[in-house]
């Protein structure tokens, strides 16, 4: 029997079919390398597309800084993030003919940090709600989550470590069709950063046509969590994640990004929304033929729903030119 989950999985894939179109080169999926990087959350497999350019080997190195300030209250239900998280992900990926093979390993750290002030400052320049940071003492660590059955995590130490290693099997469908098999690995004892079993997903990604200046790419997935970490006994069984986005070509070199990332909830019967559903919207820049092999990719995510998601995350990414047409 499917669930909503799966239904609104096999929905996405087949409107991805439909909205894009081929071409005769396989394509290296060019979306952002971004997830929902909640602190409370990143112990879970939420998988970003991995970056194959081309035949045989590559190597890329990504780096996320992300400041969180989440308080909320439901019910019998309280949460307080107030963390700064640094991540920074290795990947070496292989492909030969048709098939493609990565391995992804993060360095996570959260720490009180030392963005608070500026974020603070970004929101007042903009407009934006502070959501109570304002409010709040900077530059501090807590993690707080407690609910009818007592408290889930009460935390105001740092912690740092190898997070869960990722290994992800694809093979071109098409020249611009993925299909990938995931499965995260626990290596470290960590709950914060690890959950400390193992878990899988599934997901297929499609890069679009150019239209003009305009080209369209998306994927669409399905995680399973292992019922075990800071969480045990309250994870979904499944949960959809997925992107959509856009490149502008702007005066080569540069490539503009509009991209969103979501993900359903992982935590059932939660009624607070930084465990609920995630939507994040990110901005970037590629600049290509860095150093004539290399691109550097430069972006950073809002959370489009207040609340489900942190407030910034800023990032970049440095990997090997992908095959052209």
């Known amino acids: 029997m499917f669930t909503s989950a799966t239904a609104l999985l096999i929905a996405a894939v087949c409107s991805l079919s439909l909205f894009f179109s081929t071409a005769s080169l396989a394509q ?44 909320d209250h439901s019910g019998d239900e309280n949460l307080l993030i107030d963390v700064e998280n640094t991540r920074f992900d290795f990947q070496a990926s292989y492909v030969q003919q048709d098939w493609l093979l990565n391995i992804n390993i993060p360095v996570i750290r959260n720490n009180p940090g030392f963005l608070d002030q500026t974020i603070v400052g970004w929101h007042d320049f903009f407009g934006l709600p502070q959501g109570g940071r304002d409010q709040a003492t900077n530059n501090r660590l807590q993690l707080l989550v407690e609910n009818a059955d007592g ?88 949960f959809v994640f997925g992107q959509l986005g856009f490149i ?40 290509p033929r860095l150093f004539k092999s290399l691109q550097l990719e430069l972006f950073f995510s809002e959370d489009i729903a207040p609340g489900h998601a942190p407030d910034i995350t800023f990032g970049l990414r440095l990997s090997p030119l992908p095959e052209v047409d």
Do not use: C
């Open 28 to 71: 290296a999926y060019p979306g952002l390398p971004t997830r929902d990087q909640t602190p409370l959350l990143q112990a879970y497999f939420i998988p970003a597309a991995p970056f194959t350019p081309h035949q045989g080997w590559a190597f890329s190195n990504s780096l996320y800084v992300t400041n969180t300030y989440q308080f």
């Open 151 to 238: 408290i889930v995590i009460d935390s105001t130490q740092n912690d740092s470590g190898i997070g869960d290693i990722q290994l992800a099997a694809g093979y071109q469908l098409s020249p611009r069709q993925q299909l990938w098999l995931g499965i995260e690995l626990a290596v470290s004892d960590n709950p914060v950063i690890s959950n400390q079993s193992t878990d899988y997903a599934l997901w297929y990604a499609h890069s679009g046509m150019a239209h003009g200046n305009l080209t369209p790419y998306g994927l669409i997935g399905l995680s399973f969590p292992a019922d075990s970490g800071v969480f045990k006994g309250q994870l979904e069984k499944q």
């Open 248 to 287: 502008y070509a702007w005066r080569e070199p540069y490539q503009f990004f509009l991209q969103s990332d979501f993900h359903s909830s992982l935590i059932r019967k939660t009624r607070l929304d930084a465990l609920g559903t995630s939507l994040q919207a990110q901005f970037g820049v590629r600049l």
